[in-house]
Nanobody
């Protein structure tokens, strides 16, 4: 069974930065495409970023482009999301995902999910 565990969430002021990490119980090279989703209070879960196995193709939600950077280190079985210039509207629970056979922004494409980590941005 695959386990994904997020860390690095917390409370930060608007304009600040946080780095989320995702550790996997199996080699991330076996997780194919990985990604991050988020769910704000009262809203549906939405795609944030995705990265292919080799890291050669990345996609972002338009509202985070230029502020967030997704990366992965298959040797260390980890994936990260560097979040800069955070805004109040970035407040959400952030989920690590993996196992997508194609690069996709659809939740249904990812069979493996972490439990989520809370990110709160105060304005």
């Amino acid at each position: 069974q695959v386990h994904l565990v997020e860390s690095g969430g917390g409370l930060v002021q608007a304009g600040g930065s946080l780095r989320l990490s995702c550790g996997a119980s199996i080699g991330t090279s076996s997780l194919y495409n990985m990604g991050w989703f988020r769910q704000a209070p009262g809203k549906e879960r939405e795609f944030v970023a995705t990265i292919t196995w080799s890291g050669d193709s990345i996609a972002y939600l338009d509202s985070v482009k230029g502020r967030f950077t997704i990366s992965r280190d298959n040797a260390k079985n980890t994936m990260s999301l560097q979040m800069n210039s955070l805004k109040a509207e970035d407040t959400a629970v952030y989920y690590c995902t993996g196992g997508a056979r194609t690069r996709t922004t659809r939740q249904s494409g990812y069979p493996y999910w972490g439990q989520g980590t809370q990110v709160t941005v105060s304005s």
